[in-house]
């Protein structure tokens, strides 16, 4: 009888792959089988039939999987993986992940599938992990409170770094659920975001003992911290997918401790030998800073001008200044003596005092120079060395002497009172004239 609702074949083929890969039993399965039919191609992906009394699955392999150079015609294996549709062909097969020989175990073949996962995710990159912090504040430590391990780790921060804080994040580590506590105890200390790095430590045992730091959630939870993680599980030859995912790897959680923590008597080392370098080098440059200096000094001193030479010649120098001010003051002195007497000479009063008189007009006081100048009758001032005559002009040719001399004037009669009749009388010296502007001798 049909169904009423018609499906695709794609439809189908869907629904087959998505019911396939869903499915909790087929996505991680292990299965015991001979090989047949092996065939690899030129890519590196091996197609193969795993059977059992004619019973067979059909398996492909790509390349790069773990194990797949046991992979061999009969050979019979423990093939992990996971079951898939693959509608090109309409054929369901197994797509395996990793490949043991029998005896290996489920837990190793397990582990290698999950290490093959996870290493197909990029969780072990080497590119994505971080530095570890050269000088940690706080020190989260994921692992049991009560075994030796923290104690371990409580005594090598102590030895090595007494600065750092240790904060516990308490979990089991082995068991059932310790996975999932570990995961826990991990996104316990990103949440509270104040370690500077994470610790996650346990002692040595045997794959089951270990199998919890195999997991997938804790290999995610390291992925996943915000916080770089060192991981020292287990003894030195011991390596779980946690010490592939961590930031990085120690060979034992002491040596966890010692990675995550500076060694102080290192540090005092170095601080040590950094002071004398810088002593050192401070002490060479304070030589240099006072041998340029001292040099700088001695230019100075070579360079500084001669101060008693220069006062002494400054001495000089006024001496010298002093005994030409002197001797330009003598010189200066005879000028002026010389001009004096040049003045004197030229001084209308000696001149006057020598005999000679100017003679002026009473009404304009012109000076006259020439008896033309004076009609019969007029008013004159005649300047003398004593004072001022006053006289009336009139002409009287007079014989001329030699040399163009006039005569001597015959002899005049005198006044009752004395006085000559043609002498002029003397007025009083009523004003005192300015030297005259020309000095010429009366005729």
């Known amino acids: 009888m049909l169904s009423p609702v018609v499906h695709t074949v794609s439809q189908v083929a869907v629904y087959l792959k998505d019911k396939l890969e869903s499915d909790g039993l087929l996505s991680r399965l292990t299965v015991q089988g001979e090989i047949a039919n092996l065939r690899t191609v030129a890519s590196g992906h091996s197609y193969f039939t795993l059977r059992e009394d004619g019973s067979s699955i059909r398996c492909v392999m790509f390349r790069g999987r773990s194990g797949q150079e046991y992979l ?9 993986g996971n079951f898939t549709f693959y509608p090109p062909s309409g054929e369901a097969n197994m797509q395996v992940a990793a490949v043991m020989p029998v005896g290996a ?94 610790i996650v430590a346990r002692g040595g045992g045997s794959l089951e003992d270990l199998w919890c730091f195999n997991s997938e959630a804790v290999a995610r939870a390291i992925f996943a911290s915000s916080i770089p993680i060192v991981s020292g599980v287990g003894h030195e030859t011991d390596t779980t997918i946690a010490d592939e995912v961590a930031d990085s790897r120690a060979p034992t959680p002491s040596a966890a401790a010692e990675l995550a923590t500076p060694d102080r008597n290192q540090l005092m080392a170095d601080i040590f030998g950094a002071r004398q370098q810088m002593t050192s080098v401070m002490v060479g440059h304070v030589d240099r800073l006072r041998s340029s200096v ?87 001032d005649i300047a003398v060395a004593g004072g001022v005559l006053s006289a009336t002009a009139g002409h009287h040719p007079r014989p001329t002497g030699v040399d163009g001399v006039p005569a001597a004037a015959p002899a005049t009669p005198v006044d009752s009172d004395g006085a000559n009749a043609t002498t002029p009388r003397r007025r009083s010296a009523r004003r005192q004239p ?10």
């Open 72 to 80: 061999e015609d009969g050979q019979e294996i423990l093939a992990g």
């Open 105 to 198: 175990g489920p837990l190793a073949l397990e582990l290698a599938r999950l290490r093959q996962q996870l290493a197909v995710e990029g969780l072990f990159d080497p590119t994505r992990k971080r530095p570890i912090p050269l000088f940690p504040k706080v020190i989260g430590v994921v692992t049991s409170p009560s075994g030796a391990v923290w104690q371990d780790i409580q005594n090598v921060a102590m030895r090595r770094y007494p600065l750092a804080e240790l904060r516990l994040s308490p979990t089991s580590v082995q068991g059932d659920g310790a996975s999932e506590q570990i995961a826990s105890a991990l996104r316990s200390l990103n949440d509270e975001n104040v370690a500077d790095v994470i």
């Open 434 to 443: 300015g030297p005259p502007p020309a000095m010429k001798p009366l005729l």
């Open 294 to 380: 001292l040099f700088q000094q001695q230019r100075l001193q070579r360079r500084a001008p001669d101060v008693a030479s220069m006062r002494r010649r400054v001495d000089e120098y006024a001496e010298r200044a002093t005994a030409n001010i002197r001797h330009r003051h003598t010189l200066t002195g005879r000028d002026v003596a010389t001009l004096v007497g040049k003045l004197g000479a030229l001084n209308p009063a000696d001149t006057l005092r020598r005999g000679y008189a100017v003679v002026r007009l009473s009404d304009d006081g012109r000076v006259l120079t020439s008896p033309e100048q004076a009609s019969d009758g007029a008013h004159l």
